[in-house]
């Protein structure tokens, strides 16, 4: 079992209250994912999950027990940070089963849960080596393999991947989705990076100034955030804005996704000029600068040949649109 449960969580650092009120459940095996811009809340919330850092107000509850003032190491958490945290001097098998060597494990049970850690990991040739003789993507596993020899009721992420390059990024994405449907596990896991949030979460919770804007399966927040911060933050490119009043609609903001505006040389509701291109292969993404709207993002799938200059026309597909008020809130 790894059930959590946050009832009004708050963290001042003085006069500075960093986390406002947080409520939220994270079910029994549920990937829940904490994304939001940096300085938002997200780490400290997870330091305040794990014990490392204590909640000013509120209530910690695991598995329905209240753990504010459990130590960390008996929370039953495991925590995976960005930095791997492995000692260089211990081998990958001694660095994976030191937690369990230090809680009194018998040799024959450590290296039967090293070994299981490693077998899901691919990390069986690497075990003797040392941290210095790693890539960061072996370190990294190295990491998550020393928090599931633990068998915790809850494992914690800390932006794991950051310091990683964009293909094992990718790569130890897919592994961490693998272990979670292996483990059937509880995790909790921070990001910046919404791209990470929206392939890995069962749920996303979207973090702004130390509050919770929205939560949600991955495509609720896509197909229905609740405001413009949710709708500009999820979704890659990022959402277009447009004066509502301009459209004909009641004060406030439209939203439209690149793939939901439609290019054209041949006419359309309104003119722009293409102010940059980038052909990705599988996409095409087109920039083009209205004199009424501003900036716009159009995404076309497929090669087009637009250039920088060019004239072109634009249209928005209305049943794709989403409509603010002037206080930000979906209408």
Known sequence: MGALELKGITKAFGATEVIKGVD??????????????????????????????????????????????????????AMVFQSYALYPHLTVRDNMGLALKQAGQSKATIAAATDKAAGMLSLDPLMDRRPAELSGGQRQRVAIGRAIVRTPKLFLFDEPLSNLDAALRVATRIEIARLHRDLAATMIYVTHDQVEAMTLADRIVVLRAGKVEQVGTPMELYKNPANT???????????????????????????????????????????????????LGGETLVYVRSAQHGLLTVRLFGEHDYTVDETVHLTLQRDRMFQFGPDGLRR
């Open 229 to 279: 911060f949710v709708a500009g933050f999820i979704g890659s490119p990022q959402m277009n804005f447009l004066d509502a009043a301009s459209l004909g609609f009641a004060p406030g903001q439209i939203g439209i996704r690149p793939e939901h505006l439609v290019l054209s040389r041949d006419g359309g509701e309104f003119p722009g000029e293409v102010s940059h291109v980038e052909k």
């Open 24 to 77: 939220l459940t994270v079910n029994d095996g549920e990937f829940c994912v904490f994304v939001g811009p940096s300085g938002c809340g997200k780490s400290t919330l997870l330091r305040i999950i794990a014990g490392l850092e204590d909640a000013t107000a509120g209530d910690i509850l695991l598995d329905g027990k209240r753990v504010n003032d459990v130590a960390p190491a008996k929370r039953e958490l």
